[in-house]
């Protein structure tokens, strides 16, 4: 379905530490599809560095300490996948389905990358799935099986963009 709309913006990186904003919207829009999200939705992205995601961490969550990516859904989806939402759960001036936000570190997804010996695009598309996968309400704190089928769903989703 088209319709969808991801907004992303970088702040606090540095112009040769940026990710890159069309391979992270690809990769939200396949999430969306291959989810099968039959309402236009909305995503939002920040691009930062490490000391505002530390703060956004600690603010939120209690953990003072960077991290790689944080996902704030705005929707409970259970069990987790896609379930059409009521009407009222549509942004009255959009139309569309807002999903929640993503804060990307890009300092630790170049740091990763490097830890991993792949790129920073692999990186890039592997955490912005997991993240639009925890919009969708997809865990992997609690039990094995979610995180099972949450890595089964973001290997897949890598395989479909053709980024490995």
Same mark, same amino acid.
């Given at each position: 379905?088209?319709?969808h709309?991801?907004?992303?913006?970088?702040?606090?990186v540095?112009?040769d530490?940026?990710?890159?904003?069309?391979?992270?919207?690809?990769?939200?829009?396949?999430?969306?599809?291959?989810?099968?999200?039959?309402?236009?939705?909305e995503?939002?992205?920040?691009?930062?560095?490490?000391?505002?995601?530390?703060?956004?961490?600690?603010?939120?969550?209690?953990?003072?300490?960077?991290?790689?990516?944080?996902?704030?859904?705005?929707?409970?989806?259970?069990?987790?996948?896609?379930?059409?939402?009521?009407?009222?759960?549509?942004?009255?001036?959009?139309?569309?389905?807002?999903?929640?936000e993503?804060? #990307?570190?890009?300092?630790?997804?170049?740091?990763? @990358?490097?830890?991993?010996?792949?790129? =920073?695009? !692999? &990186?890039?598309?592997? /955490?912005?799935?997991?993240?639009?996968?925890? #919009?969708?309400g997809?865990?992997?704190?609690?039990? @094995?099986?979610?995180?099972?089928?949450? =890595?089964? !769903? &973001?290997?897949?989703? /890598?395989?479909?963009?053709?980024?490995?």
């Open positions: 379905m088209t319709g709309k991801t907004y992303a913006r970088h702040s606090g540095k112009t530490n940026r990710l890159s904003i069309p391979l992270i919207k690809r990769c939200i829009i396949a999430v969306l599809c291959h989810e099968g999200v039959d309402c236009p939705c995503v939002s992205v920040l691009i930062t560095d490490d000391l505002t995601i530390r703060a956004i961490n600690c603010e939120f969550r209690g953990v003072d300490a960077a991290t790689d990516v944080l996902s704030f859904p705005m929707q409970e989806f259970s069990p987790p996948g896609w379930s059409p939402p009521s009407r009222g759960a549509l942004d009255i001036d959009t139309g569309l389905l807002p999903l929640g993503i804060v #990307l570190s890009a300092q630790r997804v170049g740091a990763q @990358a490097l830890e991993y010996g792949h790129s =920073r695009e !692999r &990186e890039t598309a592997y /955490l912005t799935i997991h993240a639009s996968l925890h #919009l969708l997809y865990d992997h704190v609690d039990e @094995a099986e979610g995180k099972a089928l949450m =890595r089964a !769903r &973001e290997e897949e989703i /890598l395989s479909v963009l053709s980024v490995t």
